[in-house]
């Protein structure tokens, strides 16, 4: 048998499969999907609603465990980890940035950005200091005190990429990035993240249904009916 | 997450909801509050009460007739005023018996009539009771032994009579028979309102004929020492059951009477404990709702702190602390308030106070048992939450 050739792949799924049972009814969500995703790898989930993207990029994050398949994040099977295990990986590996941005609305763009850290065990001062410098990265570093609703929809979404990098996860989760902002912003919030996937070895995976969104990733694999209908780089 | 930055986002989220936070927290701050005060209360009521009966004199010994028991009514006596002198034998000093014969009576002075308490007594109250006077002279053996008609009036008897003028050698009329005015009391204080001051003496034997009965109430003996209380009671209580074949008698101490009257105040102070801390569980019911409240407005929240690596255990507890900072934060206020209460009302009022420092302890104990309690079940429900579904809840 032969190895692999170079570094092991971030997030492995060998035949996941997810199935929910809704009122009696089994469905299908996910059917036995494979998909291996290499260290700095720019990558784009493209699909009608109902495809499955979603919930593989649920699956891929940690936040959702499937029903049949294999799940490896560095190599390691994570079926039998427990709760906690599962939290840390989230927090030390993984990045997330979501449609609705997700941020606390009471809490400021540095609070926000460092909250990551706060379940790391981070000092105050360390936490405030990386996340200062976090938010200078996206370019928001006259905003560090400014809570979101001062903030207009792109900035929030980039004080959201902010927060997914500052724990410097070796993967990025978009679900729909874009979706909330107009075309211009989402394609500022798009340059940002792909700088960011170019200048910090961060493997970003978009999930989108913006056939544009997706045509700037170097690698797009099409879902349909929870099955990967194609996967093309 | 380190505990100080737990409490530190729990306050800010309580800062967050201000009105909320304050309505959840008056329930607390009701139920504390309630059980400082009332036990407050009940404390004051006891401490006055022993006071009072320590006041009565040292090395004192009460004989009524029946068994002795408070609350309930007092047996018919059958002693008389030959009693005095009996016990006067037994115990070898006549000179240390004193006797009582009470009823409410009508005194007037003029247009001026008051409702007060008479008491047929001899001329060894002083030495028997500490009852300082104020002016003139207390009752003699040769008033008792004459049946003669004066009076020695409390302070608020003659204040209300005579008002600034002086009663000694003033005739009073107690329920239509006159009497003359040889001496006044010093002022003791009231008990709960009623006033102590409010009683008048006469000689015993002029009391029997104006009551019309020959019997007394009950006898006081004043013992030489501490140490000769015990075998004194004993050998009362046998001299007076031999002379009354068939009746019981009792000779009881203070130490006895207040024992007694502290068992029933003890009591009555943990019900009112137990009444106020029905208050507390109903605001620790508040607690609980409202934090199930809040972990549902909050679903979103806890989903993005679990993808952003919050264990269980981190949501778990930053909900805790949030209803336990609820409960401990009411409890202080409630505390405060209760104190505050019971020290207004012991100064300003009639109600007498004393701050009861286990109520204290108790209470804060309790709120914040109160939020572990109530807290415990929202904090699960967040910490369980999947998050998947918790990032979708719109």
Same mark, same amino acid.
């Given at each position: 048998?032969t190895?692999?050739?170079?570094?092991?792949?971030v997030?492995e799924a060998v035949?996941?499969?997810r199935s929910y049972?809704?009122?009696?009814?089994?469905v299908?969500?996910l059917?036995?999907?494979?998909l291996?995703?290499?260290?700095?790898?720019?990558?784009?989930?493209?699909g009608?609603?109902?495809?499955?993207?979603?919930t593989?990029m649920?699956?891929?994050?940690?936040?959702?465990?499937?029903?049949a398949?294999?799940?490896?994040?560095?190599?390691r099977?994570?079926?039998?980890?427990?709760?906690?295990?599962?939290?840390?990986?989230?927090?030390?590996?993984i990045g997330?940035?979501?449609?609705?941005?997700h941020?606390?609305?009471?809490?400021t763009?540095?609070?926000?950005?460092?909250l990551?850290?706060?379940?790391r065990g981070?000092p105050?001062?360390e936490?405030?200091r990386?996340?200062?410098?976090?938010?200078?990265a996206?370019?928001?570093?006259?905003?560090?005190g400014?809570?979101?609703?001062?903030?207009?929809?792109?900035?929030q979404q980039?004080?959201a990429?902010?927060?997914?990098l500052v724990?410097a996860?070796?993967?990025?989760?978009?679900?729909?990035p874009?979706?909330?902002?107009d075309?211009?912003?989402?394609?500022?919030?798009m340059s940002?993240?792909e700088?960011?996937?170019a200048?910090?070895d961060?493997a970003?995976?978009?999930?989108?249904?913006?056939?544009?969104?997706?045509?700037r990733?170097?690698?797009r694999v099409r879902?349909?009916?929870?099955?990967?209908?194609s996967?093309?780089? | 997450?380190r505990?100080?930055?737990a409490?530190a986002?729990?306050?800010a989220?309580l800062?967050a909801?201000?009105?909320?936070?304050?309505l959840?927290?008056l329930?607390?701050?009701?139920?504390?509050g309630?059980v400082?005060?009332l036990?407050?209360?009940?404390?004051?009521?006891k401490?006055?009460?022993?006071r009072?009966?320590?006041?009565?004199?040292s090395?004192?010994?009460?004989?009524?007739p029946?068994?002795?028991s408070?609350?309930t009514a007092?047996?018919?006596?059958?002693l008389?005023l030959?009693?005095?002198?009996y016990l006067?034998?037994?115990?070898?000093n006549?000179?240390?018996?004193?006797?009582?014969?009470?009823?409410?009576e009508?005194?007037?002075?003029?247009?001026?009539?008051?409702?007060v308490t008479?008491?047929?007594?001899n001329?060894?109250v002083?030495?028997?009771?500490?009852?300082?006077l104020?002016?003139?002279?207390y009752?003699?053996?040769?008033?008792?032994?004459?049946r003669?008609r004066?009076?020695?009036?409390?302070?608020?008897?003659?204040h209300?009579?005579?008002?600034?003028?002086d009663?000694l050698?003033?005739?009073?009329?107690?329920?239509?028979?006159?009497f003359?005015?040889?001496?006044v009391?010093?002022?003791v204080g009231s008990?709960?309102g009623?006033?102590?001051?409010?009683?008048v003496?006469?000689?015993v034997s002029a009391?029997?004929?104006?009551f019309?009965v020959?019997?007394i109430?009950?006898l006081?003996?004043?013992a030489?020492?501490i140490? %000769?209380i015990?075998?004194?009671?004993?050998?009362?209580? %046998?001299?007076?059951e031999?002379?009354?074949?068939g009746?019981k008698?009792?000779?009881?101490?203070?130490?006895?009477?207040?024992?007694?009257?502290g068992t029933i105040?003890g009591?009555l102070t943990v019900?009112l404990?137990?009444?106020?801390?029905?208050?507390?569980?109903?605001?620790?019911?508040?607690?609980?709702?409202?934090?199930l409240?809040s972990?549902?407005?909050r679903?979103?929240?806890?989903?993005?702190?679990?993808?952003?690596?919050?264990?269980?255990?981190?949501?778990l507890?930053?909900?805790?602390?949030?209803a336990v900072?609820?409960?401990?934060?009411?409890g202080v206020?409630?505390?405060?308030?209760?104190?505050?209460?019971?020290?207004a009302?012991?100064?300003?009022?009639?109600?007498?106070?004393?701050?009861a420092?286990w109520s204290?302890a108790?209470?804060?104990?309790?709120s914040v048992?109160?939020g572990?309690f109530?807290?415990v079940?929202?904090?699960?429900r967040?910490?369980?939450?999947?998050?998947?579904?918790?990032?979708r809840?719109?």
């Amino acid at each position: 048998m032969t190895g692999p050739v170079g570094p092991a792949p971030v997030v492995e799924a060998v035949e996941v499969s997810r199935s929910y049972r809704l009122e009696d009814v089994q469905v299908t969500a996910l059917d036995r999907v494979s998909l291996q995703i290499e260290p700095g790898e720019y990558l784009a989930v493209l699909g009608p609603s109902g495809s499955g993207k979603s919930t593989l990029m649920h699956l891929l994050g940690l936040l959702d465990r499937p029903t049949a398949g294999l799940l490896r994040v560095d190599g390691r099977d994570v079926a039998g980890l427990p709760d906690r295990q599962l939290a840390h990986l989230r927090n030390t590996t993984i990045g997330f940035v979501f449609q609705s941005f997700h941020l606390l609305a009471r809490t400021t763009a540095v609070d926000n950005v460092a909250l990551p850290l706060v379940y790391r065990g981070v000092p105050a001062r360390e936490r405030r200091r990386q996340a200062t410098a976090a938010l200078q990265a996206v370019g928001l570093g006259h905003r560090l005190g400014h809570r979101p609703v001062q903030l207009s929809g792109g900035e929030q979404q980039r004080i959201a990429v902010a927060r997914a990098l500052v724990g410097a996860p070796r993967i990025l989760l978009a679900d729909e990035p874009t979706g909330n902002l107009d075309s211009r912003t989402g394609a500022e919030v798009m340059s940002l993240i792909e700088s960011l996937n170019a200048e910090r070895d961060v493997a970003v995976v978009v999930v989108t249904h913006d056939q544009d969104v997706a045509d700037r990733a170097r690698r797009r694999v099409r879902m349909r009916d929870g099955r990967v209908e194609s996967d093309t780089r | 997450m380190r505990l100080g930055e737990a409490f530190a986002s729990a306050l800010a989220a309580l800062r967050a909801n201000r009105l909320r936070s304050a309505l959840t927290m008056l329930g607390v701050v009701i139920g504390v509050g309630s059980v400082v005060l009332l036990v407050a209360i009940g404390s004051g009521a006891k401490q006055q009460v022993e006071r009072q009966v320590e006041g009565l004199g040292s090395n004192l010994i009460l004989v009524v007739p029946g068994r002795f028991s408070v609350g309930t009514a007092p047996s018919v006596s059958r002693l008389t005023l030959q009693d005095v002198d009996y016990l006067g034998r037994v115990v070898g000093n006549r000179d240390t018996v004193a006797t009582t014969v009470s009823s409410g009576e009508e005194i007037r002075v003029g247009a001026t009539a008051r409702y007060v308490t008479v008491n047929g007594t001899n001329e060894n109250v002083p030495r028997v009771f500490d009852r300082p006077l104020a002016r003139g002279r207390y009752l003699t053996r040769a008033d008792v032994d004459t049946r003669r008609r004066v009076a020695v009036l409390g302070s608020q008897v003659a204040h209300d009579l005579f008002g600034d003028r002086d009663p000694l050698g003033r005739q009073v009329s107690v329920a239509g028979v006159r009497f003359r005015v040889v001496g006044v009391f010093a002022e003791v204080g009231s008990t709960f309102g009623v006033s102590r001051d409010a009683e008048v003496h006469v000689p015993v034997s002029a009391a029997q004929r104006l009551f019309g009965v020959s019997r007394i109430d009950a006898l006081a003996v004043k013992a030489p020492t501490i140490a %000769s209380i015990g075998p004194l009671q004993t050998r009362i209580v %046998s001299a007076l059951e031999q002379k009354y074949r068939g009746e019981k008698f009792s000779a009881v101490t203070q130490t006895q009477i207040l024992g007694t009257i502290g068992t029933i105040l003890g009591l009555l102070t943990v019900v009112l404990a137990a009444i106020a801390g029905i208050s507390l569980l109903v605001g620790g019911v508040g607690v609980s709702n409202i934090m199930l409240v809040s972990v549902r407005e909050r679903t979103q929240e806890i989903g993005l702190r679990k993808a952003l690596g919050a264990r269980q255990g981190d949501i778990l507890l930053q909900f805790l602390i949030e209803a336990v900072l609820l409960t401990t934060i009411g409890g202080v206020i409630g505390m405060c308030l209760g104190v505050g209460t019971a020290l207004a009302a012991d100064r300003f009022t009639e109600l007498p106070t004393q701050i009861a420092w286990w109520s204290l302890a108790l209470a804060s104990g309790v709120s914040v048992s109160v939020g572990v309690f109530f807290g415990v079940f929202p904090a699960r429900r967040a910490g369980r939450l999947d998050p998947v579904a918790a990032l979708r809840s719109e």
